[in-house]
């Protein structure tokens, strides 16, 4: 059974999440939606609240808060600007979380504490031009050079790409081994034979920054692998499971921004004589958004329990992540029309929600993969 009451202190910080998002975040969102520009401000701002390294224990600089309230945080910002949610749903969960859980003490301190105190911004650098979803076959590869590695290859749609600072980079280091040779490394910004694409023309998010990232003989010390040798999928796919919590987090936040403006406008527009929230039509849908946002925060806190339980949580977040996603982008779509004309230009912010939302069904695993991975822990489950 999941406890979804809120301890004060959550409730505390809810509030105090939302409070800065609406206050700090919310006349930007439209300004840099438009104009594709990264939100520097947004990440000072979250920086200076302390957030930056929310999970991360004390001693290394972070918060030391539960991921219940990195949950929350993702959710709030995201239903203010899901550009910056993802930036910092990228930075914390993909690049800051995995360094805490494998890096030695030497790595803690060289790169988690600059990144846990929001000195430095992180990314994760998995996918590759030819092989989003299939993360084993990675062409990006490293060879051992006495007390360094030597890479070669490409990375594709990374989050904060060229605004980063530091980088969590998956290569294969034996093309035997498959997913067994791939290797973790941090590398950052600056590395000789490290260079970056062209900003991606993207549909939503615009303003986080997604480039490719080329690697041309890049020489990386050994000191800088994380983990051991042939880790790097492991690293990956835990990675994946706790930033999976972050992506349900924010199509919760894109959904509950898109029904809270869709209930406003109903009780406003009017039609036919008569407010258009008093059509048996336009309740059915509000009614059906609100359930659904509810039940994916729900799934969501069921995958934090598990998490938080030490327990495995794969299943847990892939549904979670899965069933928040496909109805963000559902419930985003029925906010367009619940606005009509309206809700088709950019005068009202339910166009952008909408593509917002449709990311998320896409980014760290799409929703065809969701259903691959669920469907492989419940056979492992209820396997003979």
Known sequence: MV?????????????M?????????????????????????NVEILRDCGVMGLTIPEEWGGAGMDYTCYSIAVEEISKICASTGTIF?????????????FGNDEQKEKFLRPLATGVKLGAFALSEPGNGSDAAGMHTHAVEDGDFYVLNGSKAWITNG????????????????????????????????MSFGKPEDKLGIRASSTTQIHFDNCKVPKSQILGKIGDGFKIAMMTLDVGRI????????????????SIKYAQQRETFGQKIS???????KLADMMVDIEAARLLTYQAISKHDRGEKFTRESASAKLFASESAMKHTVEAVQIHGGYGYTTEYNVERYMRDAKITEIYEGTSEIQRIVIAKELLKEYGL
Do not use: W
């Open 89 to 101: 749903s990228a930075h914390l969960s993909l690049c800051t979380v995995p360094i805490e859980h």
């Open 3 to 15: 406890e979804i009451k809120l301890t004060d202190d959550q409730e505390m910080f809810r509030k």
């Open 278 to 284: 008093e059509f048996q039509a336009i309740q059915f």
């Open 17 to 41: 999440i939302s409070d800065i998002a609406k206050k700090e975040f919310s006349e930007r969102a439209k300004e840099i939606d438009k104009t594709h520009r990264f939100p520097h401000e």
């Open 246 to 261: 972050g992506m349900a987090s924010q199509a919760i936040g894109i959904a509950k921004a898109a029904f809270e403006d």
């Open 162 to 193: 060229a605004v980063a600072d530091t980088y969590l980079v998956l290569a294969q280091t034996n093309y035997e081994l498959k997913h067994k040779g791939v290797t973790a490394f941090i590398i950052e910004k600056g590395a000789e034979g």
